[in-house]
């Protein structure tokens, strides 16, 4: 079973049980005048994260990995977005308000979708998800228990919200979790160190963290049939 070196101690996983999560690489966080810049952030600073999420993708495409993708959004009437959710803050735009990619973090807009540097290939279910953890009111906990994974290997946005929501979901689930650290991505450089730390803090106690050098070396190792159709 391949090996990676992380903290708190090496992961050893088995490819076959193992699926790659890929968390809300969508246009609305990551783009200019999406829902990530009303808030009044820096977008570049999750931008950095495609290059390296995508030579992951590719390496855990190669080893027969199946494959995730998330999308955070809602429906157009907004009935599964509490006010609680939309009326936060104080944004330039909000949750449903028109944005230079069609009214922001709705599902079908084109501001709603993932780059095109990591677009999902057919056969990669695409799980639509309305809060911040990827198992809420979501399949997903099915999807992958029906076909017998047990690890995640979880990548994505933002660390600290969604990433660090389903880690630890999915740590309640049972399932194994290792983040490969330059994969997540924070608009804050000092919540995403915290975040990180927090995953391997005392001996692990949501899991593992790990650089994607270290897992891309890992999966060439190895190879395996997909398990994970699409949904």
Not at 34 to 44: H, P
Request: hydrophobic residues 40%; charged residues 25%; glycine residues 10%.
């Amino acid at each position: 079973m391949p090996t990676v070196d992380a903290r708190p101690h090496p992961y050893t996983f088995e490819i076959s049980r193992t699926a790659l999560l890929v968390i809300d690489m969508q246009r609305d966080f990551l783009e200019p005048g999406g829902f990530g810049e009303s808030l009044g952030n820096d977008v570049a600073e999750l931008r950095r994260t495609i290059a390296p999420l995508a030579a992951l993708l590719a390496a855990a495409r190669e080893a027969g990995l199946p494959v995730v993708h998330t999308r955070e959004g809602h429906l157009p009437d907004l009935s599964d977005c509490p006010p609680a959710k939309r009326d936060r803050g104080a944004p330039r735009k909000r949750i449903g308000d028109p944005g230079p990619n069609g009214r922001i973090l709705i599902r079908g807009e084109y501001g709603h979708d993932i780059v095109d540097e990591l677009a999902p290939v057919v056969g990669e279910p695409v799980v639509d998800k309305p809060g911040k953890g990827a198992f809420y009111a979501t399949g997903l906990d099915t999807l992958l228990a029906d076909r017998g994974v047990t690890s995640l290997l979880v990548t994505g946005v933002t660390t600290e919200v969604c990433v660090h929501t389903t880690v630890r979901e999915a740590n309640d689930r049972g399932y194994e979790c290792l983040v490969p650290a330059d994969c997540v991505g924070s608009y804050f450089p000092e919540f995403q160190r915290v975040g990180l730390d927090m995953i391997a803090a005392q001996g692990g106690i949501f899991g593992w963290v790990a650089d994607s050098a270290a897992l891309i070396a890992a999966l060439r190792g190895a190879a395996a049939p997909s398990v994970l159709q699409s949904s």
